[in-house]
C-alpha cells in the first residue's frame, strides 16, 4: 500500500483533488464576495453565516486550510523532487518551443498566490480569529462590509490584490485542465479546456473588480 | 551552408564534460543532420581527434536509436520526426547550432552524446508484455473482434519507439509519456486485458525506482515525439493506475 501512495501518479492525483478542491472553494468565496458590489446588506448576511455557521467553521474551516497547506506543500516537494531528476542542466533549453510559460512555471505562479495568501490572511482572516476567539468581542452582523471596504482603501494593497490574481489566473490557466488530465477525465478534453480557460479568466477577473470597485467606491 | 557547432564533449561517465565549439562549411540543405554530424566525424578523424560519439542506427526514423537535444528541442526544431530524419533545410547559412545529449539522470551519459537508455528496458521488462507462449496453442488473434476505433488507438499508443524525446524535452524528466503508451497499447486490447493490474502497478513502480521527474501536463512530450504520442495515454494510464489500485 506504501508503494501505491508513495507512487507518483498517487501524488499528482492527490494534488489533482486538492486543486479542483480550491477550484471549488474560489468559485463560493467569489459568489460571496461579489455580492458586495450590489448590496451591503446581503454581502453582510452572507458573510455573517459564514463567520458563525458551525459546520462552516468547524468542519469546512479546518478542511480548507488543510487543503491550501496541502497543495502548497505537495506542490513545491514534487517541483523539488522534479528537479532532481535532471541534476547536470541543458546549456540551451527551448521550453518555449513546447510547452506554455503557465505550464512551465507554476512553482512560480504558485510562489506568488502563497506570497498573497500571507497578505490575505493577514489582513481578514487572523484579525477575525482575533475578533471571534481571542478577544471574543460581541458579535455584530453588519461590521462585514466597512471591514472589506476599509482593506481596499490603500492602493499599494489594492495593486497587490491585482498582481497576485492576474498570477491566480495564469496558475489556472494551465491547473484547471492539468487537474482533470492527472485524474484520468481526457475524454472531456476540449470540453474541460474550453471551461478552463473561462474559469482562468472569470474567477481572478471578478476579484480585481471587487477590489477596484471598493478602492474607488470608498 | 556555413555552420558553427556547440557540442557537449564527455570522454566518459565520469568525466564532468564540456561544450566544444566546431566550425563545419559547405554543408548541403539536403543533408540530414546525422550526415552533417559525419561530415564533422571526417574532418576530425582527418586531423588525428577523436570523432564525437552519438547513437543511430536505422536512420529512417523507426528503430528509435537516434537521440540529441538540438538547440534545446529533442531531434530538433522540426516535428514528428526523429533526428535521422532532420534536415540541414531547417537551418540558415551562418547559424549556431547547440547540441546535446538527451538530459535525465535516468539517462546517464556514456560518451559525448551518447546516453544509457537502459532504464526503458528495465521498465518494459517489469510488465510491458504479455505472459501468452506463442506454443500453436493460443487463440488466433484475428478471432478475437476488437473496435476498429480501440484498434487505432492501440496501435497509435504502439508506434512509440522508446526514443526517450518525452523525457529529453519534459521540464521534469518524466517518462510518463512511453509508460503511456506501453500500457495503453495492451490496455486497449482484450488480449492485454488478463494482466491489465498487475502491468501498470509494475511499470509504474519501475519508472518511480528509475529516478524519473513526475509528469505536470505541460503537454512538451507530445509536442517533441517524433511518433505523436498523445497525452491522452497519460490520462488512460492515471485511469489505469487508480482502477488497479482502489
Not at chain 1, 166 to 195: D, E, P, R
Not at chain 2, 10 to 36: A, C, N, W
Request: hydrophobic share 45%.
Amino acid at each position: 500500500m506504501s508503494r501505491i501512495l508513495s507512487s507518483s501518479i498517487a501524488r499528482k492525483v492527490a494534488m489533482a483533488l486538492s486543486a479542483l478542491f480550491l477550484i471549488i472553494f474560489l468559485l463560493i468565496h467569489l459568489t460571496v464576495n461579489i455580492t458586495s458590489l450590489f448590496s451591503k446588506d446581503v454581502f453582510n448576511e452572507l458573510s455573517h453565516f459564514m463567520g458563525t455557521n458551525f459546520l462552516v467553521q468547524f468542519l469546512m474551516q479546518p478542511i480548507l486550510i488543510f487543503g491550501v497547506v496541502f497543495h502548497f506543500v505537495m506542490g513545491f516537494v514534487l517541483e523539488l523532487r522534479n528537479k532532481r531528476a535532471r541534476t547536470v542542466k541543458y546549456v540551451k533549453y527551448n521550453g518555449a518551443a513546447n510547452a506554455s510559460w503557465m505550464s512551465r512555471n507554476m512553482a512560480v505562479s504558485g510562489g506568488v498566490i502563497l506570497a498573497f495568501l500571507v497578505l490575505h490572511f493577514i489582513d481578514f482572516w487572523f484579525p477575525e480569529m482575533n475578533y471571534k476567539y481571542i478577544e471574543v468581542l460581541p458579535e455584530d452582523p453588519t461590521r462585514y462590509f466597512e471591514e472589506l471596504q476599509h482593506k481596499f482603501t490603500n492602493p499599494l494593497r489594492v495593486g497587490a490584490y491585482v498582481i497576485a490574481f492576474v498570477l491566480l489566473a495564469l496558475h489556472l490557466l494551465h491547473g484547471f485542465q492539468s487537474a482533470f488530465q492527472s485524474i484520468g477525465l481526457n475524454k472531456y478534453t476540449n470540453c474541460v479546456k474550453s471551461l478552463g480557460k473561462i474559469y482562468a479568466v472569470a474567477i481572478p477577473a471578478g476579484f480585481i473588480i471587487i477590489a477596484l470597485f471598493h478602492y474607488f467606491n470608498h | 551552408m556555413n555552420l558553427t557547432l556547440k557540442i557537449w564533449r564527455q570522454k566518459g561517465p565520469q568525466d564532468k564534460g564540456r561544450m566544444v565549439e566546431y566550425k563545419v562549411t559547405d554543408i548541403s540543405e539536403h543533408m540530414s543532420f546525422l550526415e552533417m554530424m559525419d561530415v564533422l566525424n571526417e574532418s576530425l578523424v582527418a586531423k588525428d581527434e577523436e570523432p564525437i560519439a552519438f547513437d543511430h542506427d536505422c536512420r529512417e526514423g523507426i528503430c528509435g536509436m537516434c537521440s540529441l537535444q538540438i538547440n534545446g528541442e529533442a531531434h530538433g526544431p522540426d516535428r514528428g520526426i526523429t533526428t535521422c530524419q532532420l534536415h540541414m533545410r531547417m537551418f540558415k547559412d551562418g547559424d549556431t547550432i547547440y547540441i546535446e545529449p538527451f538530459r535525465a539522470n535516468a539517462f546517464p551519459v556514456i560518451k559525448d552524446l551518447v546516453v544509457d537508455r537502459m532504464a526503458f528496458e528495465r521498465i518494459q521488462q517489469a510488465g510491458g508484455y504479455i505472459s501468452v507462449n506463442t506454443s500453436g496453442n493460443t487463440q488466433d488473434a484475428n478471432s478475437i473482434p476488437i473496435s476498429k476505433h480501440n484498434a487505432d488507438l492501440s496501435m497509435d499508443a504502439a508506434s512509440c519507439i522508446g526514443c526517450g524525446a518525452c523525457v529529453a524535452s519534459c521540464k521534469n524528466s518524466s517518462a510518463m509519456l512511453f509508460v503511456a503508451a506501453k500500457v495503453s497499447q495492451f490496455a486497449l486490447l482484450p488480449q492485454g486485458k488478463v494482466e491489465a493490474k498487475d502491468r501498470v502497478k509494475n511499470m509504474v513502480f519501475q519508472m518511480d525506482l528509475e529516478g524519473f521527474g513526475n509528469c505536470t501536463n505541460t503537454g512538451a512530450c507530445e509536442i517533441e515525439c517524433p511518433k505523436g504520442i498523445s497525452i491522452e495515454n497519460i490520462a488512460r494510464l492515471n485511469r489505469e493506475y487508480l482502477a488497479a489500485t482502489i
